[in-house]
């Protein structure tokens, strides 16, 4: 009998785990994640996933979720789900842009970019309404 009771509890707590994970997706996303963050000196950037995207006017995931082919970015590639903290980390490995700076990067870079959507700390890094 012992033996069969820790298999089970995990059984049920994967089950558990799983249930769970629709609630964490990206149609509730308030903010921009920064557990993989060193610092929390800000409020988390706002950041309505699909409501941004839809308004934003933006089709491909791979504008912000891209991969990597031989150590460098591949803009073909579509990550949509894989944390960019698996590949940008706070620190920072040789060669590859840090997370903060990523996010910066991303997020403003595409903002200058179309000369739209916020490009000052306080505009992103505010409570979410
Ligand atoms: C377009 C939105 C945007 C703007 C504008 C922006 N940030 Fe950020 N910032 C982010 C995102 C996204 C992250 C990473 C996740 C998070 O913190 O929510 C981040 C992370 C950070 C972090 C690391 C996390 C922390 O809280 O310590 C700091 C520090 C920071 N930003 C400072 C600034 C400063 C200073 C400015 C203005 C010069 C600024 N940001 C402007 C989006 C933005
Ligand atoms: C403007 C940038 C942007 C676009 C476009 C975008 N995403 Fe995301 N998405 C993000 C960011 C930022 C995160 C948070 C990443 C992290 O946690 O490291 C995220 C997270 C996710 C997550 C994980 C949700 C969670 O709670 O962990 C999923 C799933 C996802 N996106 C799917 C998609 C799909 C599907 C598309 C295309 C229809 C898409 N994304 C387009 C920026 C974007
Ligand atoms: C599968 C790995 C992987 C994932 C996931 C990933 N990236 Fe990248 N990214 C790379 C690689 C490799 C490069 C090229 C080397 C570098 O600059 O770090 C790159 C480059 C970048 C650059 C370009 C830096 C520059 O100088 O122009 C930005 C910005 C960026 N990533 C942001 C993000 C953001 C934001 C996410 C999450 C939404 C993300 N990345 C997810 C691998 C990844
Ligand atoms: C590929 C382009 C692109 C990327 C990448 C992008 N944005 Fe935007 N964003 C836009 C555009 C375009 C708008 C303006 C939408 C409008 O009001 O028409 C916008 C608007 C916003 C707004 C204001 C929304 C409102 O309702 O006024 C916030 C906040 C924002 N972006 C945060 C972010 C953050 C945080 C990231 C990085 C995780 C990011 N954006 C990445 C294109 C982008």
């Not at 840090?98 to 996010?103: F, G, H, N, T």
């Amino acid at each position: 009998m012992k033996r069969r009771t820790t298999p089970l509890a995990l059984v049920a707590l994967a089950a558990a785990l799983l249930l769970a994970a629709p609630a964490m997706s990206q149609q509730d996303m308030t903010t921009v994640p920064a557990e993989g963050l060193a610092s929390k000196t800000r409020l988390p950037a706002v950041f309505p996933h699909d409501q941004h995207n839809e308004k934003a006017a933006i089709a491909e995931c791979t504008a912000c979720h891209h991969g990597e082919k031989d150590g460098k970015r591949d803009p073909e590639a579509d990550t949509a789900g894989i944390p960019c903290s698996d590949c940008h980390t706070a620190a920072g490995k040789p060669g590859r842009t840090p997370l903060m700076r990523a996010y910066h990067k991303q997020c403003m870079g595409c903002h200058l970019d179309k000369k739209k959507g916020p490009v000052s700390c306080g505009d992103c890094h505010k409570p979410v309404k």
